[in-house]
């Protein structure tokens, strides 16, 4: 969900993604006057995880519907339980439908 934004502060745009109940959010950044040429690779990945089935088919279809294209996986592993998507960059997130489980 688009948390927030900003045009030309200092020369820098961007947007904040998030949700309101979380303590984070990602937040992307574009410079016009010094743009970077994207270099992706295959494993450069952010990794989602939706427990929730109903939400995280939810998550897919935003995804697909904003223009990321669904690709396969480089390590199966992401395509057991979840589904890779490339933005227009060319990098890649994984939207997992399980709950994390950290150390």
């Known amino acids: 969900m688009r948390l927030a934004g ?3 502060h200092a020369g820098f745009s961007g947007i904040m993604l998030g949700r ?3 303590p984070w959010h990602l937040e992307f950044t574009v410079c016009v006057d010094h743009p ?3 270099s992706p690779g295959d494993e450069d990945l952010l990794v ?3 427990p929730d089935h109903a939400e995280w088919q939810q998550v897919c279809r935003t995804l697909e519907t904003v223009g990321f294209t669904r ?7 992401w395509d057991v339980n979840g589904r890779t998507y490339r ?3 060319g990098y890649r997130v994984v939207i997992q439908n399980r709950a994390w489980r950290g150390d």
Not at 71 to 77: C, D, Q, T
């Open 48 to 50: 989602l995880y939706y």
């Open 87 to 89: 933005d227009h960059d």
């Open 71 to 77: 690709v396969r996986a480089f390590n199966p592993y």
């Open 6 to 8: 900003f045009t030309d």
């Open 20 to 22: 309101d109940d979380l």
């Open 36 to 38: 970077v040429t994207p």
